[in-house]
């Protein structure tokens, strides 16, 4: 049962224009969610995160909306780079009745940017 | 600081052999977890602890164990080794139970 879906496996993009890359979520009870970056060979790292009170949160050329009645969101890098090419993973948590800070991950889309 | 460290990084196992994967982090996080990453897919909770002397079952814990005698490592330990268990393994640890997760790099494992 996936509650944390991203149904594109992969993406393309050139470099310097928008990667926007989705991720659908079937939890209600899910309210803060991350997005992760990981290289091959390396561990996932942290991106970006927005909580269920926010519909936007911007960290450089990393955005990310939330549209909680669609149970959708999205992060935005702009202008893209080839050092963003990467599998991004999508994450969610329950903040209340949470299995201790449980994140559920979705499968992952690799972006490759190129030049 | 290190970080999140994980041993060994590659190990290839035969059937029904046993084997322990280390974790150790240097951040004095209380939470530490395990997962796995099969190819296409998202990575799935194996077990997890919440301090020293307390550990719990994640989503696919069959085949594991962990233990956690101290704040600094998290073993998890591989019985009867099947090719199931074939995967990339991560260790990863936060300060609490919110917050980000910090993974170290993996361990990938192959049972033949």
């Known amino acids: 049962d996936q509650q944390v879906k991203q149904n594109s496996p992969s993406l393309s993009v050139q470099e310097g224009r928008i990667s926007i890359l989705n991720c659908d979520y079937t939890n209600s009870m899910f309210d803060y969610f991350l997005w992760y970056k990981k290289y091959p060979a390396e561990g996932p790292t942290f991106l970006i995160s927005i909580s269920s009170i926010k519909d936007k949160n911007e960290d450089g050329r990393f955005t990310v909306f939330l549209n909680k009645s669609a149970k959708h969101l999205s992060l935005h890098i702009v202008p893209s780079q080839p050092g963003d090419s990467a599998v991004y993973f999508c994450?969610?948590?329950?903040?209340?009745?949470?299995?201790?800070?449980?994140?559920?991950f979705g499968r992952g889309t690799q972006l490759t940017v190129w030049p | 600081n290190a970080g999140v460290t994980q041993t060994p990084k590659f190990r290839i196992l035969k059937i029904g052999q046993s084997m322990t994967l280390q974790c150790t982090q240097d951040m004095n996080h209380n939470y530490m977890y395990w997962y796995r990453q099969d190819p296409g897919m998202g990575l799935k909770l194996i077990y997890y602890s919440v301090g020293a002397g307390i550990t719990d079952k994640g989503e696919v814990p069959n085949g594991y164990n962990v233990s956690r005698s101290t704040t600094e490592d998290f073993p998890l330990r591989l019985e009867l080794a099947a090719p199931s268990q074939t995967s990339v393994y991560f260790c990863a640890s936060r300060v609490g139970g919110a917050g980000e997760l910090f993974f170290g790099e993996g361990s990938r494992l192959t049972v033949l």
């Open positions: 994450a969610a948590r329950p903040l209340r009745g949470s299995t201790l800070g449980r994140l559920y």
